[in-house]
Nanobody, 112 residues
Framework: VQLVESGGGLVQPGGSLRLSCAAS????????MSWYRQAPGRERELVAA????????NYADSVKGRFTISRGNGKNTVYLQMNSLKPEDTAVYYC??????WGKGTLVTVSS
């Protein structure tokens, strides 16, 4: 199993970023996917999740209305569209496949 995140970077408050996670080594269409994040000094937390077929999603309260998770099953990729970013969204963002397979993360920094 390989998960490779991309799309992180430095963005000003109020800006947007789209994270991508390219998956390989398993049958992507059969597996629920999720995004987590970990800020310095804090525990890793669930940001958003999407079912295998993409029909259901859920979000942390702190990102509802601002972030959108989606998946391209033909591209074996899961996305996280992040809008109206705040400094408190600064963290390393990790892609997760199923219950236990993690990517290495991509850093998102929200700062002026």
């Amino acid at each position: 199993v390989q998960l490779v995140e991309s799309g992180g970077g430095l963005v000003q408050p109020g800006g947007s970023l789209r994270l991508s996670c390219a998956a390989s080594g398993f049958t992507f269409i059969n597996v629920a996917m999720s995004w987590y994040r970990q800020a310095p000094g804090r525990e890793r937390e669930l940001v958003a999740a999407i079912t295998a077929g993409g029909g259901s999603t859920n979000y942390a309260d702190s990102v509802k209305g601002r972030f959108t998770i989606s998946r391209g099953n033909g591209k074996n990729t899961v996305y996280l569209q992040m809008n109206s970013l705040k400094p408190e969204d600064t963290a390393v963002y990790y892609c997760k496949a199923g219950a236990r397979n993690w990517g290495k993360g991509t850093l998102v920094t929200v700062s002026s």
